[in-house]
């Protein structure tokens, strides 16, 4: 019998125990017991009640949350410290002899590190929560000093011991009194030569070039200079001190956005201290203690890469250091891209060399991909995109890397469905599974292409078609006796690929498909732009689910499954007269890891 079976619907029988209609469990939930068990004494909540209940309630949520990401923040660094511990071909260090290693390593400091001391006297300026904002800042000091591959001989001047803001660094940082820290109640002039003094100071005129380990960095202990504005550079001048600023400037330059305050936290001065030590570099140094916020972004040079003067006691050192590219590694149904941020525009010089972008995704000697996807700004839509093929050329429109893209965006813009600017115009996406932030671990993605002519579509032969659905794609169907999995695709599709038919569009996608049943489809693809075969295409599966309804027509509202070696994606469509339109493609994305790649001209 056809036509679509009668819904059925389940009532539920009052007489179970389970069911919500039953007198037992049939009060609302709104509601608490009286003395009694009789139903009739069970009292509604107020609704003041009833806040207080949700408040409460979502607070032990976030408290499980904070416990669980703090339990995940420390497994990682167990598996950090093992994994340095083991490239460096020694076991795993015990808790002890961790502690013993990091009171060595301070305790060398005091001797040879540099030396930086914070400037408490700034107090009678700030207010008891001021002050105990500080307290809190100079307690980040200490943990970033323990986790420095060189640490610094970190002091306090001006400190005295009966004071507010020592009291509230023994309240806000466990184990203050055992800090290796000097603390001296002097002030920075008296405990130290004045020629060995360089006060940082955001009002200074001198720039930071280098540092040097026999002078003694002093920051200012005040939380917000930006409204009790010159004080470091009053201390400076009355005590006849030498000043100098961050090179800030110099090194860095606005992003489209931001506040452009060059004002920072005492502790974010010490990470790039700390930085330019381990480095030698302002490059990657300033961007450590520079939040984003503040609309700056590092400088490169016409080459793409940063070159760093530093200046030591013994002699003027002139080094090349390359930039390091934060990237996210996706892959959509097995087809690998190399996801690069690029939207306020400080790596586009790495866009601009196809030889940068073809090392990039060569998996011997760059991190290994099948392309790069470029996220970028657009003024049409949530972002633009931008493809590379793994030789480094701009490729045209892939529908899987648009997918991974989708999931990248949605989940930074806490939205479920996006507009992208691709090269072939506004492509909508949707992300039908919960967001889990920007690089989350995947979901299913579904993207909207454009349509399709029937009269576009060039059939060459019987099994044999031709068409665009954003790439290229020529589509040969196997016949049923034939092996797939034996099927020659590197050779006859790089054949196929560079044939005179296809010489004046540089080329086409090849695609083998073979029927599974009538509404799934087996498919291979030699790729144009990679130049092999590839565990999936998305453009490709498209053009074939569209190809098969060529050859094999069924209804006008149809949804195919297209299986690849990656994996399977849908590609839904309607026959509508002489063109397919609200054609879909969609699929699996997850993003695999994170990392850091050094890019060097």
């Not at 068990?37 to 949350?65: C, F």
């Not at 590190?113 to 100079?138: F, N, P, T, W």
């Not at 201290?273 to 984003?292: I, Q, R």
């Not at 849908?570 to 994305?589: A, I």
Request: proline share 3%.
């Amino acid at each position: 019998m056809s036509g679509c079976p009668e819904e059925s619907r389940t009532v539920n029988d009052p007489s179970e125990p389970d069911s919500p209609l039953s007198s037992e469990n049939g009060a609302e939930q709104c509601c608490i017991d009286g003395e009694g068990d009789s139903p009739s004494k069970k009292q509604r909540l107020s609704r003041k009640e009833r806040k207080r209940l949700k408040y409460e309630q979502t607070k032990i949520a976030m408290k499980v949350s904070r416990d669980g990401k703090r339990k995940q923040r420390r497994q990682r660094q167990r598996q950090a410290r093992k994994a340095m511990a083991a490239s460096r071909g020694e076991g795993p260090m015990s808790r002890q002899e961790r502690r013993e290693s990091i009171k060595l390593k301070l305790e060398k400091a005091r001797s040879e590190g540099l030396r930086v001391c914070i400037d408490c006297r700034y107090c009678h300026l700030m207010s008891e929560k001021e002050q105990s904002r500080l307290a809190q800042q100079i307690g980040r000091c200490y943990p970033s000093n323990k986790r420095a591959s060189e640490a610094a001989h970190l002091c306090l001047a001006n400190l005295e011991e009966d004071s507010f803001l020592y009291k509230e660094c023994i309240r806000v940082n466990d184990g203050f009194e055992h800090y290796m820290i000097d603390r001296l109640s002097a002030p920075v002039h008296e405990a130290f030569a004045r020629d060995d003094i360089v006060y940082l100071s955001p009002d200074a005129k001198e720039v930071l070039e280098h540092v040097e380990k026999s002078k003694i960095y002093v920051i200012g202990g005040l939380v917000d200079e930006s409204v009790k504005k010159n004080a470091t550079l009053e201390t400076v001048n009355s005590n006849n001190l030498k000043s100098a600023r961050l090179p800030i400037e110099e090194y860095m330059q606005r992003a489209a956005s931001g506040s452009y305050n060059k004002i920072l936290a005492l502790n974010q001065v010490f990470d790039i201290l700390l930085k330019f030590v381990e480095t030698g570099d302002w490059y990657s140094s300033l961007p450590v203690g520079v939040p984003s916020r503040k609309g700056y972004l590092p400088k490169l040079n016409s080459g793409g890469d940063a070159t760093v003067t530093t200046t030591t006691a013994a002699a003027m050192v002139t080094r090349t250091v390359a930039s390091t590219i934060p990237f996210i590694k996706y892959e959509g149904c097995g087809n690998d891209f190399v996801l690069i941020d690029n939207r306020d525009g400080r790596w586009s010089r790495l866009f601009e060399s196809e030889s940068a972008l073809e090392r990039l995704c060569d998996r011997n000697f760059g991190v290994g991909a099948d392309g790069v996807l470029e996220v970028r700004m657009s003024e049409r839509g949530d972002c633009g995109l931008n493809y590379y093929n793994s030789d480094g050329r701009l490729g045209s429109l892939c529908g899987n890397g648009t997918r991974c893209c989708a999931h990248y965006v949605t989940g930074l813009l806490q939205k479920d469905d996006i507009e992208i600017e691709a090269c072939t115009g506004m492509v909508k996406a949707v992300r039908s599974v919960g967001r889990d932030g920007a690089a989350g671990k995947g979901g299913m993605v579904k993207i909207q292409f454009r349509d399709v002519n029937v009269a576009d579509i060039t059939q060459y032969a019987e099994n044999e078609l031709f068409l665009n659905t954003g790439s290229p794609h020529l589509i040969i169907r196997l016949q049923a006796e034939s092996k797939m999995a034996e099927h020659p695709v590197e050779k006859e599709g790089r054949q196929r690929r560079n044939s005179e038919r296809f010489a004046a569009i540089g080329g086409t996608n090849v695609n083998f498909i073979q029927n599974i049943d009538d509404e799934t489809v087996r498919i291979r693809t030699y790729e144009r732009g990679v130049e092999a075969e590839t565990k999936s295409c998305g453009t490709g599966a498209v053009a074939a689910a569209l190809a098969l309804d060529r050859m094999q027509p069924g209804r006008a509202e149809r949804t195919i499954g297209v299986v690849s070696v990656g994996g399977r994606l849908d590609v839904s469509f309607e026959r509508c007269h002489d063109k397919y339109v609200n054609v879909f493609l969609e699929g699996s994305v997850a993003a695999t890891f994170e990392g850091h790649y050094y890019h060097s001209s």
